[in-house]
């Protein structure tokens, strides 16, 4: 070969060997990418979790009783019902039940029931095939299946339609689920922590929530007390909130004075811990983040309270709209309990249920024979 040719080859060479090296090092920026794409999810995920921890180790001082039995309970895949009153702490408990079980490292899935429209209850929670409904351009995978191999935190349960409480209960009967539109069973390992702040037992006996659901979800229940049954407790999560509250907003903690407690412990707190936290922050920010102004965080909140109270005074209480729907069934049944047709059948539950519920409330079944 001639100089001649060896310089064309040269220079037909060099930029194939520039495109090799430039794709070499695009490679190799794409994996470097991946592997500190990887770290920070690893890392976020991390600081997440101990984010949680540092919450649960909050709660851990002033729930010992619940705590304990989340104990008991988390290394279990027994349904979980969380009973409470709306802002004493569910979430809380519901993500250390998760985090102290086998399934940490898993996903937890929080689905608000009563934030999703009737319609698309099914869809989110189960999925749907393509083509299954208008607007269904492609698979998609519900709740279930994104929490397959950890936690489900179904938050208010009592919400759900009842068409969906009977796919609710296969998918925990079974493992198995059929998306909107699909005809395959899809296996799923999912651990169930549902919450509610109404009272089950009375819905299944006025016949908007199924008895057999709400026996499958309540193998385990937890009653998170209010936070006016444990005011005691307040000295402990007021600390727990305006240290936090002051690193936030004036980046130094807080501490609350005995002054403040004291007027913390005056308060009825409807809202709960979730509301305590807010009144601290408010207190914080009222204080420049120097100190906590207590007392007019909570001159806003007096004026909120008297509003409630009002309005409470008008609303029907719950056993007296049991008592009229269970009332109405035995006057259209003619005082009948049991069998087709009857009382304990046009209200879904079982006859032995409706009796004992009966008896409680003082109503006799002979004053509505025909």
Not at 87 to 97: D, L
Not at 293 to 317: C, Q, W, Y
């Amino acid at each position: 070969m001639t100089k001649r040719h060896e310089s064309e080859m040269t220079r037909l060479i060099e930029p194939f060997e520039t495109a090799l090296d430039t794709s070499r090092r695009i490679q190799e920026l794409g994996r470097l990418r991946e592997m500190f794409e990887a770290d920070n999810r690893a890392l976020l995920a991390k600081l997440d979790r101990q984010n949680v921890m540092d919450t649960i180790v909050g709660a851990d001082a002033v729930f010992r009783e619940v705590m304990d039995r989340v104990d008991q309970v988390a290394a279990t895949d027994a349904p979980v019902l969380l009973l409470g009153e709306t802002g004493t702490g569910k979430e809380v408990v519901a993500r250390a039940i998760h985090e102290k079980s086998h399934r940490r490292r898993g996903p937890m899935q929080r689905v608000n029931c009563g934030a999703i429209p009737p319609g698309l209850v099914d869809s989110e929670l189960f999925g749907h095939q393509r083509g299954s409904f208008t607007g269904a351009v492609a698979n998609r995978k519900g709740w279930f299946e994104r929490a397959d191999g950890g936690t489900l935190f179904l938050d208010e349960i009592g919400e759900l339609p009842l068409a969906a409480q009977v796919r609710l209960l296969r998918v925990l009967q079974e493992g198995t689920l059929e998306r909107v539109g699909g005809q395959n069973a899809i296996k799923v390992n999912v651990r169930i922590v549902a919450t509610t702040h109404r009272f089950l037992d009375e819905m299944v006996y006025a016949g908007t929530f199924r008895e057999d659901l709400w026996y499958r979800i309540s193998v385990f229940p937890i009653r998170l007390p209010p936070l006016r049954e444990r005011l005691h407790d307040i000295p402990e999560l007021a600390a727990h909130f305006a240290r936090h509250a002051g690193i936030r907003i004036g980046g130094q903690p807080l501490t609350p004075s005995r002054e403040d407690l004291e007027l913390l412990a005056r308060y009825d707190w409807p809202g709960n811990v979730r509301e305590l936290a807010s009144v601290i922050e408010r207190a914080a920010i009222l204080g420049n983040g120097r100190h906590l102004d207590v007392r007019n965080a909570l001159g806003t909140m007096k004026i909120d309270r008297s509003l409630s109270r009002h309005r409470s005074s008008e609303f029907p209480k719950l056993d007296a709209v049991v008592q009229s729907h269970i009332e109405s069934a035995l006057r259209r049944s003619a005082g009948r309990i049991e069998g087709a047709g009857g009382a304990a059948s046009l209200l879904g539950v079982n006859p032995h249920t409706l009796q004992a519920r009966m008896r409680k409330l003082g109503i006799k079944w002979r004053t509505f024979r025909s």
